[in-house]
T-cell receptor
């Protein structure tokens, strides 16, 4: 593809609900990253995939957050029992390898009411 | 604790003027430093990437400097344009942090507004 795409662009949900956020990386990129960006802050690392496996999930805030990348391309970030504090923009990035430039998607703005 | 601090938090300049944004970091082990431009509602876009051995790097009207001894970087924008209005984020990469991850540590950004 031309770039990293993320869907939906906006998601509004109620507290306690389950949400899934999707990321389509640039074709051929083996590394995929998820970040969370709160208003007025820089992005904060959540999880990194190298291929299908999560090589580093140290940034996930708690066990309500989970991400998968079953075929080494598309990734889904899953949030259970959403809380108002989960409201943020969730950014996805991909790169050729772990140490190469990361290309960011436009993000998904999640609002938990 | 790995941190990246930026100043000023926000800046307003007139079109055609120059400006300099500052970044201080405490990240170890240091791999590289990047400056990103983030337009409202968009993902960050890379402007420059510098390793510890590079002192300066340019990308058009953007020039970044790096002093690895003092752990400071700056981004200079020349002859600003209205389209330069955005958030500029300093990002430091820590090699081998937690393993093989190229973990990026983001600053909070400088919000630049260029006015006609």
């Amino acid at each position: 593809g031309a770039g990293v795409s993320q869907t939906p662009s906006n998601k509004v949900t109620e507290k306690g609900k389950y949400v899934e956020l999707r990321c389509d990386p640039i074709s051929g990129h083996t590394a995929l990253y998820w970040y969370r960006q709160s208003l007025g802050q820089g992005p904060e690392f959540l999880i990194y995939f190298q291929g299908t496996g999560a090589a580093d999930d140290s940034g996930l805030p708690n066990d309500r957050f989970f991400a998968v990348r079953p075929e080494g391309s598309v990734s889904t970030l899953k949030i259970q029992r959403t809380e108002r504090g989960d409201s943020a923009v969730y950014l996805c990035a991909s790169s050729w390898g772990a140490y190469n430039e990361q290309f960011f998607g436009p993000g998904t703005r999640l609002t938990v009411l | 604790k790995n941190q990246v601090e930026q100043s000023p938090q926000s800046l307003i300049i007139l079109e055609g003027k120059n400006c300099t944004l500052q970044c201080n970091y405490t990240v170890s082990p240091f791999s590289n430093l990047r400056w990103y431009k983030q337009d409202t509602g968009r993902g960050p876009v890379s402007l420059t990437i510098m390793t510890f051995s590079e002192n300066t790097k340019s990308n058009g009207r953007y020039t970044a400097t790096l002093d690895a001894d003092t752990k400071q970087s700056s981004l200079h924008i020349t002859a600003s344009q209205l389209s330069d209005s955005a958030s500029y984020i300093c990002v430091v990469s820590a090699t081998g942090y937690g393993g093989a991850t190229n973990k990026l540590i983001f600053g909070t950004g400088t919000l630049l507004a260029v006015q006609p």
